[in-house]
């Protein structure tokens, strides 16, 4: 998946229908258990996309500039811990905000 959303072939359709729509599907749903709402609730869907955002940004691609040129498998599961905690964090803020 992560190869062909970086660097996209005519596959790119199946991999959207086959494993990013349902990942996102199930994303949505946890977020709506944790708001307590629907999952088209409009701050399920923004952070659903922030979340993907993140884990995106780690992608070869010219967006993902910023990242650190090189990582290891350590740093990209630090990487993939902070992006949890960070996500869970800023969850937790906009459900209480309500």
Same mark, same amino acid.
């Given at each position: 998946?992560? +190869?062909?959303?970086? /660097?996209?072939?005519?596959?790119? /359709?199946?991999?959207?229908?086959?494993?990013?729509?349902?990942?996102?599907?199930?994303? +949505?749903?946890?977020?709506?258990?944790?708001?307590?709402?629907?999952?088209? /609730?409009?701050?399920?869907? +923004?952070?659903?996309? &922030?979340?993907?955002?993140?884990?995106?940004?780690?992608? &070869?691609?010219?967006?993902?500039?910023?990242r650190p040129k090189s990582m290891n498998e350590r740093e990209l599961d630090l990487?993939?811990?902070?992006?949890?905690?960070?996500?869970?964090?800023?969850? +937790?803020?906009?459900?209480?905000?309500?």
């Amino acid at each position: 998946m992560m +190869r062909e959303l970086s /660097d996209p072939t005519p596959a790119l /359709d199946v991999v959207m229908k086959k494993v990013v729509q349902p990942r996102m599907a199930y994303l +949505r749903e946890v977020l709506a258990s944790m708001f307590n709402c629907e999952t088209n /609730d409009p701050r399920v869907e +923004r952070c659903a996309m &922030s979340v993907q955002a993140q884990c995106l940004a780690l992608l &070869s691609h010219p967006v993902a500039a910023l990242r650190p040129k090189s990582m290891n498998e350590r740093e990209l599961d630090l990487m993939a811990q902070h992006i949890a905690q960070f996500s869970l964090g800023g969850v +937790r803020a906009i459900a209480k905000s309500r």
